[in-house]
């Protein structure tokens, strides 16, 4: 992989059935870097990062993420892709029949984990991250909603991903909150996990001022800006 890079997309065409939903992307994104990705309903936000998780194959061209070849990938490495990879979307998705702890535990069990104390300490660690060591024993429902995308975002580090793919992670924040979630994914990144962060919100990308990739008209803009 070139340097730095945790993303390194050439030449990509991405296909959703037949229909060529970008063509020739050309994509680059380095550990720790922090990047909005725009574009309007159906531009291909969501398609991209479906190439970028595995769910969607590559057509033409070359794509090397965290270390796996998107050429080569089989099914069977896609697991072991998605492990290298935190995955943040709107809708929070925890578990809401059990506790906050319990939500992790069940990630780490699912992902290989088995020594109890280690298991107790990365829970506690990425708790301690996003700024909720003390809801540790509270049910979902018990959260307000910037809270439980917290704890997503804390299941999202549990096994130390090299990038999050955030895919409208404030679509259901008030402004505010938005703001604070967005500053933790920032906050993140700085520590050197890379952030690529699909977002309608410019309130959001005005407040934050970052690398912005833009899809339009089936093309992949790298360094857009918005008005
Ligand atoms: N499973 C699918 N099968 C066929 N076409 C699809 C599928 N999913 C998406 N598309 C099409 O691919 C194009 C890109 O969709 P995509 O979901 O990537 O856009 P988006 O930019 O993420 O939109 P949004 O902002 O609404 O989430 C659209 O024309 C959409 O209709």
């Known amino acids: ?7 390194n997309l050439k030449n990509v065409d991405v296909f959703q059935q037949k229909h060529l939903v970008l063509s020739d992307v050309n994509l680059n994104i380095d550990k720790g ?22 769910e969607l194959h590559i057509g033409n061209g070359e794509g090397e993420i965290a270390g796996f070849d998107l050429k080569k990938l089989a099914e069977r490495d896609v697991p072991y892709l998605r492990r290298k990879l935190g995955i943040v979307f709107q809708d929070f998705q925890l ?16 992902t290989g984990w088995k020594d109890k104390k280690l298991i107790e300490e990365r829970i506690k660690d990425v708790l301690e991250k ?5 809801k540790i024993r509270k049910m979902p429902h018990e959260l307000s909603g910037g809270e439980q995308q917290r704890v997503v ?45 699909a977002t309608h919100d410019y309130h959001i990308i005005r407040t934050l001022p970052s690398r912005i990739i ?3 008209a089936g093309i992949v803009h790298d360094d857009a800006t918005i008005n």
């Open 130 to 134: 996003v700024g909720l060591r003390s």
């Open 95 to 110: 578990l809401t029949d059990r506790t906050i702890e319990k939500n992790l535990d069940f990630v780490l069990k699912a």
């Open 33 to 54: 870097e922090f990047v909005f990705l725009i574009g309007q309903t159906g531009s291909g936000k969501s398609s991209l990062l479906k190439i970028i998780y595995g």
């Open 153 to 197: 975002i804390a299941r999202s580090l549990l096994n130390n991903p090299d990038i999050i793919l955030a895919d409208e992670p404030t679509g259901n924040l008030d402004p505010e909150t938005s703001e604070e979630i967005v500053l933790l994914l920032k906050q993140i990144s700085q520590s050197g996990t890379a952030v690529l962060m």
């Open 214 to 216: 833009k899809c339009e």
């Open 1 to 7: 992989m070139a340097g730095n890079a945790v993303i």
